[in-house]
């Protein structure tokens, strides 16, 4: 009896053995894991700050069940992978609560972290991909604490001038953990990098200063919010000197420098956030200005125009303290600097889309543009046209009251009988089918039936639109087409039940005129009829590509407002199929909306009905 207890003892000290914890690697953060059965395990992280941020590697674990409660974190449904390369979610029946995963896995080695890591060896790949680029210049400012590099990146076209060049400033990773900030920041460099005419216009007149981790020393040892020695360094910015750590100082250093030559346009500060949507932190006019107040609205708003994650609802508003980056520029810089703290989260938005990759890449595309079109840079292919640009008929006011409006002012009239008219004329420019948006602030006074007149060479389209609702965003209006080169017109006069608003147009170009487009489309891709049709809740959206390339899938409302981009990534040749389901954009009401194709050279756009 003797005998076989000890038998069965020793037994189940090889079955506990077999299952091992370890963070053995960059970025991991573990601290102590206990169980009593080897089915249920407990684990606690390294805590600085918080202990939110966990990466660390079990072994052992193939073909069977246990159950993690990491009882120092506040994650909701984290990631796992088996290569430490590609990171999925846990489902919902595997992470069933706040801070727990069970699942029985396929294979020995398991690595499980809080979001997909963005480690510093990562980072380096990353540096010698961007910097093979000729508008990439790569320094180290200096070394951390713990003798790391604290590296920049210099983006810009060389070939132009750097005197007549706006700045922009945007670094992440202060809080090691906030690894959803360095896919945000990947997207950027995606964005940034890419070869387009309108980028490539952005980079001949902006010189972009970046900074992929801001606290190099937090991130290979795995800190949550904190840097190696205990410091957290979104709140040293303004210590003395021989009390800042080595990273700040070097960047508060640099960032006096660059303001020396030109005071930086733009500054971001890429975080994350474990609320389970993004925001801004706006920062409130009694600690900045009204007019400062006012430019951070309205760059937010032009920076989620396009991004279906993210609603003004999102947005945060808090005093602006001395300590943060922020509080740096703005002490010495006033509001010549637009400096906003930029947060992602770590589950899923308000919206209910569950965080990944690639709606991270995403937030990084539309971030570049917004930043463009704050800075009012408008490219012929990417048109801007404001109120400068506008031919006034009439006795139209112009007013510069609220956080809705775009750039410095905006004109309005009461309705009339169609006397008085403002107009918007684009140069010539190149034959194509373009896009057309308008932006107003939001009023209830404003006119059910605002008519848009849109002439292309001739054509002329008339929208209706209510400037009740849908304000401070880029609001769908018509794909119009010119087929040969030449101007876009577009007019509004007092002919409506209310105040006319007339604020900003934007005009992007999506491919060439049919009469190119028809010789060359079926070459390119085909867009089906959606089926069902009309449909509730669901309906499958089809296309065909006959080569690789980057594609985007987009679903507007009848505003023209967009509901959501289902695609937005390379794909491969061939037939592929997604599904649009209306109840996952919350409560979409019954009525007509379109679905539109965009490929590198070509757009297509159908119509679908929802019915309930």
């Known amino acids: 009896m003797k005998i076989l207890l000890l038998n069965l003892l020793l037994a189940s000290q090889i079955i506990f053995a077999q299952v091992k914890f370890d963070a053995d690697f960059e970025s991991g953060n573990l601290n102590t894991v206990t169980t009593t059965d080897s089915i249920n395990y407990e684990v606690t992280t390294v805590s600085d700050i918080g202990g939110r941020w966990f990466y660390f590697r079990i072994t052992g674990v193939k ?38 995963f069970q699942k029985t896995f396929e294979q020995d080695t398991v690595y499980v972290a809080y979001y997909t890591p963005y480690t510093y060896s990562f980072l380096q790949k990353r540096l010698a991909e961007w910097e093979s680029s000729e508008y990439v210049t790569l320094d180290t400012l200096g070394f951390t604490e713990k003798n790391l590099p604290m590296q920049e990146m210099i983006l810009t076209d060389t070939s132009v001038p750097n005197e007549g060049k706006l700045r922009v400033w945007i670094h992440a990773r202060t809080h090691p953990g906030e690894t959803p900030g360095s896919w945000h920041f990947d997207g950027i460099m995606q964005k940034l990098l890419e070869d387009d005419e309108v980028i490539d216009y952005y980079r001949k007149n902006v010189i972009f200063y970046l900074y992929p981790f801001d606290n190099p020393d937090g991130v290979y040892y795995g800190r949550s919010r904190t840097n190696y020695e205990g410091v957290d360094q979104e709140r040293d910015w303004n210590s003395p000197d021989d009390q800042t750590s080595a990273a700040v100082l ?104 569950w965080v990944t990759n690639e709606n991270l890449f995403e937030f990084g595309y539309t971030t570049v543009y917004g930043i463009a079109e704050f800075l009012e840079l408008s490219h012929p292919k990417h048109l801007i046209l404001d109120n400068k640009d506008a031919v006034v008929n009439g006795q139209w006011n112009i007013a510069d009251v609220g956080l809705e409006f775009y750039s410095d002012d905006f004109y309005y009239i009461q309705g009339g009988n169609g006397d008085n008219s403002i107009s918007y004329q684009t140069e010539s420019i190149e034959s194509g089918v373009y896009d057309v948006y308008g932006w107003w602030p939001t009023n209830e006074s404003a006119a059910n039936n605002t008519k848009f007149i ?24 018509s794909q119009v087409e010119l087929s040969n080169a030449g101007q876009i017109n577009i007019e509004i006069s007092d002919d409506a039940d209310g105040f006319v608003i007339a604020d ?109």
Do not use: C
């Open 63 to 100: 073909d069977r069940f246990i159950k993690v409660t990491i009882s120092t974190s506040d994650v909701d449904r984290p990631m796992y992978s088996y290569d430490n390369k590609e990171y999925v979610r846990f489902t919902e029946s595997e992470a069933p609560q706040t801070n727990v």
């Open 250 to 353: 070097l960047l508060k250093n640099r960032m006096i420098e660059i303001n020396s030559e030109k005071v930086l346009s733009v500054f971001l500060n890429l975080h994350s956030q474990a609320s389970p949507y993004p925001t801004f932190w706006i920062h409130t006019p009694g600690s900045t200005s009204e007019y400062f107040y006012r430019r951070e609205y309205q760059f937010s708003n032009l920076a989620i125009s396009d991004l279906p994650y993210f609603v003004k609802s999102d947005y945060s508003e808090s005093n602006l303290q001395d300590y943060f980056p922020e509080g740096f520029q703005w002490n010495n810089y006033g509001d010549q600097t637009l400096a906003l703290t930029y947060e992602t989260p770590y589950d899923h938005y308000s919206n209910g889309v």
């Open 454 to 477: 849109i002439d292309a060479n001739g054509n002329q389209t008339i929208v209706e639109r209510s400037q009740k609702i849908a304000g401070g965003q880029w609001n769908h209006l």
């Open 504 to 612: 900003a147009f934007r005009i992007i170009y999506r491919g060439p005129a049919t009469s190119v487009k028809e010789n060359h489309i079926a070459e390119t891709f085909e867009l089906y009829n959606n089926y069902p049709n009309p449909f509730n809740p669901s309906t499958t959206i089809k296309f065909r590509l006959n080569k690789q390339e980057k594609v985007q899938l987009r679903v507007f409302n009848s505003l023209g407002e967009l509901v959501t981009v289902l695609v937005n990534r390379e794909l491969g040749s061939g037939v592929h199929e997604v599904i649009f389901n209306s109840s996952n954009y919350g409560n979409l009401s019954s009525g007509v909306y379109y679905y539109q194709l965009i490929t590198e050279t070509f757009s297509q756009t159908k119509g679908m009905i929802l019915v309930k």
